[in-house]
């Protein structure tokens, strides 16, 4: 069974702060997506990356897939309070078309 | 476009009650799929489909039907409902072809079965 550990659970930090979020498997995945959800809503999706060693930009956002393809992060710098939600990162297998293994997810909460 | 699209928002249910949770798409995807999140368990796949006519289980399908008999439709039914399937209950797409299986989520179903 694939599983996909993120970490930390919870993160409450201060406006201007950086933080990373971590995900981590023993299994090798074609794909990693991170999304990010807010209270009441669905999961948004923010980045697909596929490629090993991969390296995405979002204005403040960097994600980088592993050079394995197990595991991926999530850096965010200067944080602003509307970065404040549930970070959630979702590995492809390839297999049946669109099925996805998602990790239990980040809780941010970054205070004025 | 609406996008995915959940009905209703909210629901209340009685152990042993049955009851459908509706999802539609605009976005002439051929993929579905419904997701439960519980706290501290993250999503987790109840049933999918990869096309009209075409459904499977998941990772949590018990006590759950599905059927697909259009693109845009993918019901989930519940048959006799139970206090352990209270729950946030979100219904996803995608192209069937896109890169990565990303996915579309609709606003999401709030379950509390009593």
């Known amino acids: 069974t694939q599983l996909l550990e993120q970490s930390p659970q919870f993160l409450s930090i201060q406006e201007g702060e950086n933080l990373t979020v971590y995900c981590n498997s023993s299994s090798v995945f074609s794909s990693l997506q991170w999304y990010r959800q807010e209270p009441g809503e669905g999961p948004v999706l923010l980045v697909t990356?596929?490629?090993?060693?991969e390296v995405k930009k979002l204005k403040r956002l960097t994600f980088q897939f592993g050079d394995a393809r197990k595991d991926s992060s999530l850096h965010i710098t200067a944080a602003q309070p509307g970065d404040t939600g549930l970070y959630l990162c979702a590995g492809g297998s390839g297999g049946s078309q669109g099925n996805l293994i998602f990790g239990k997810g980040t809780k941010l909460s970054v205070k004025p | 476009n609406a996008g995915v699209t959940q009905t209703p928002k909210f629901q209340v249910l009685k152990t042993g009650q049955s009851m459908t949770l509706q999802c539609a798409q605009d976005?002439?995807?051929?993929?579905m799929s419904w997701y439960r999140q519980d706290p501290g368990m993250g999503l987790r796949l109840i049933h999918y489909?990869?096309?009209?006519?075409?459904?499977d289980q998941g990772e949590v399908p018990n006590g759950y039907n599905v059927s697909r008999s259009t693109t845009e439709d993918f019901p989930l039914r519940l048959l006799s409902a139970a206090p352990s399937q209270t729950s946030v209950y979100f219904c996803?797409?995608?192209?069937?072809?896109?890169?990565?299986?990303?996915?579309?989520f609709g606003p999401g179903t709030r379950l509390t079965v009593l």
């Open positions: 996803a797409s995608s192209p069937r072809f896109s890169a990565g299986g990303e996915q579309f």
């Open positions: 489909s990869v096309g009209a006519g075409i459904t």
């Open positions: 976005m002439n995807h051929e993929y």
């Open positions: 990356v596929v490629t090993g060693g």
